[in-house]
């Protein structure tokens, strides 16, 4: 009896976790949905990175909000740019959870809200389609609407593998429990838009439980005009000897200084790197691409065109062939 009630009490310790369905079982998705988790970057309370500084510095006299500080002119209340917890989950139509398959994780950059930005106008569902490829997205909001890099929670050691155990959770009330044991295990790919940048430094940085696990899992990251600052962080990933992703910076005019920078240091050290993506994708290679493209339009226009789509095309796995007769199709829970 004792047992049982401790049982009950861990169930009761873990509510279930709010979801609004987007896409279900048509031609546009297997499942797409909106999940309130609460390892995603916002709500935070803590530091701002490795400082002793409070995220929330100061209070704001007339709404008595609590104000976080982006610059020496601007400040943003806690309330909404810090409160949104959503995190939006997509699987594509043709995806298939009994083979194997790899976890794109899209920051985004400023300004932006989930449905209206990544959604809508960049239409990242669709562009996970069009890869073809046996991916599972996964997008947190970050700031909202707002002209902050900051990654919440991601300042936080294991932010990575705690934002993914939430989403774990969700896919398993949908998908069941042996598909989540697949998830915990499959490959990460991080890709960042803009200020997605600070996201993935400290995801490279401290995101999952150890260097080794980071290491063995993540197979790759992928830059859209989004090296900004904490090259410090990409720079002692990039140089881990034990490191097994590929690097794919897009840069443009916007980012240009510091990545040329990093280009340079790799030149200096004698380290290869590569100017195209022609030829053979190399598991491990690191692509730095410059182009003239104004920084708003690089995750569409490139070159190339949807340039997350032809580069996930290159390094992912090709889907592998339909399920036998014999093989029971996902059964989504509702």
Same mark, same amino acid.
């Given at each position: ?6 049982g009950?009490?861990a ?8 979801q609004e ?33 409070p995220?929330?510095?100061?209070i ?21 740019h ?20 790899e ?42 609407e ?9 300042y936080r ?11 774990s ?7 069941g ?5 697949? =998830?915990?295990?499959a490959?990460?790919?991080?890709? &960042?838009f803009?200020?997605?940048? /600070? !996201? #993935?430094?400290?995801? @490279? ?9 980071r ?5 790759g990251?992928?830059l859209?005009d ?13 140089r ?13 005019p ?48 490139g ?7 032809? =580069? ?7 889907? &592998?062939?339909?399920?036998?007769? /014999? !093989? #029971?199709?996902?059964? @989504?829970?509702?």
């Amino acid at each position: 009896m004792a047992l049982l009630l401790q049982g009950g009490m861990a169930l009761a310790a873990e509510p279930a976790l709010r979801q609004e369905v987007i896409c279900r079982k048509t031609p546009s998705c297997l499942l797409t949905l909106m999940a309130h988790l609460p390892h995603a970057p916002f709500p935070y309370d803590g530091k701002v990175g490795d400082t002793d500084q409070p995220f929330f510095d100061r209070i704001d006299a007339a709404s008595g909000q609590r104000l976080h500080q982006v610059g020496a002119e601007l400040a943003y209340p806690e309330s909404p740019h810090y409160r949104d917890n959503r995190v939006l989950i997509h699987l594509p139509p043709r995806f298939n959870p009994n083979t194997p398959f790899e976890i794109v994780l899209f920051f985004h950059g400023h300004l932006t809200e989930l449905n209206r930005t990544l959604v809508e106008e960049m239409a990242l569902p669709e562009q996970i389609n069009a890869t073809g490829r046996n991916l599972l997205l996964v997008a947190p909001q970050m700031v909202l609407e707002g002209r902050d890099s900051s990654p919440g929670k991601l300042y936080r050691h294991r932010g990575l593998d705690n934002l993914l155990q939430d989403v774990s959770r969700v896919l398993q009330g949908r998908m069941g429990r042996p598909f989540a044991a697949r =998830f915990n295990r499959a490959p990460v790919i991080l890709a &960042a838009f803009s200020g997605g940048f /600070r !996201a #993935t430094a400290y995801t @490279l940085d401290r995101g999952f439980a150890r260097k080794d696990q980071r290491d063995k899992r993540l197979r790759g990251v992928i830059l859209l005009d989004a090296l900004y600052s904490d090259d410090d962080k990409f720079r002692a990933w990039l140089r881990h000897p034990r490191r097994r992703g590929f690097f794919i910076n897009l840069y443009g005019p916007s980012s240009a200084a510091l990545s040329q920078k990093l280009q340079q240091e790799w030149d200096h050290a004698r380290l290869p790197w590569y100017d195209s993506l022609t030829g053979r994708p190399r598991p491990t290679g690191v692509y730095f691409l410059s182009v003239e493209t104004r920084h708003d339009w690089i995750w569409m226009a490139g070159p190339p065109h949807w340039p997350l789509v032809e =580069f996930l095309k290159k390094f992912t796995l090709p889907n &592998a062939p339909p399920p036998t007769r /014999r !093989a #029971t199709p996902p059964r @989504l829970r509702k």
